[in-house]
């Protein structure tokens, strides 16, 4: 099983980034896959969650600015992140695990057996 980001890099204040996470070998988009972010000295922390369905959560600090998404056909699941601000600068990660319904722990990193190498986002003042 591997995941693997891509689509970050580095935006001005106000910007947008859309990152990316496939799925090999593995039918990600079938089960819950989320995003998770970790910044030197935070520690890693839940950012979004889409589910088998399609259903999704978000941390309260995407504040409407970040939208998930995933295209079956593709294997993919997508992060697209606006009005991105300087505390957004982070390592995101991709996360999956081997259930359809992410439910209500969609914001653990213990309920997450699969992870991406991540792919940096950095955004400048």
């Known amino acids: 099983v591997q995941l693997v980001e891509s689509g970050g890099g580095s935006v001005q204040t106000g910007g947008s980034l859309r990152s990316s996470c496939v799925g090999s070998d593995y039918p990600a988009t079938t089960y819950c896959m989320a995003w998770f972010r970790r910044t030197p000295g935070k520690g890693r922390e839940a950012v979004a969650s889409i589910d088998r369905d399609g259903r999704t959560s978000y941390a309260t600090f995407t504040e409407g600015r970040f939208t998930i998404s995933k295209d079956e056909a593709k294997n993919t699941m997508y992060l697209q992140m606006s009005s991105l601000k300087p505390e957004d600068s982070s390592m995101y990660y991709c996360?999956?695990?081997?259930?359809?319904?992410?439910?209500?722990?969609?914001?653990?990193?213990?309920?997450?057996?699969?992870w991406g190498q991540g792919t940096q986002v950095t955004v400048s003042s």
């Open positions: 996360a999956s695990d081997r259930r359809y319904w992410c439910g209500d722990g969609w914001n653990s990193v213990r309920a997450y057996d699969y």
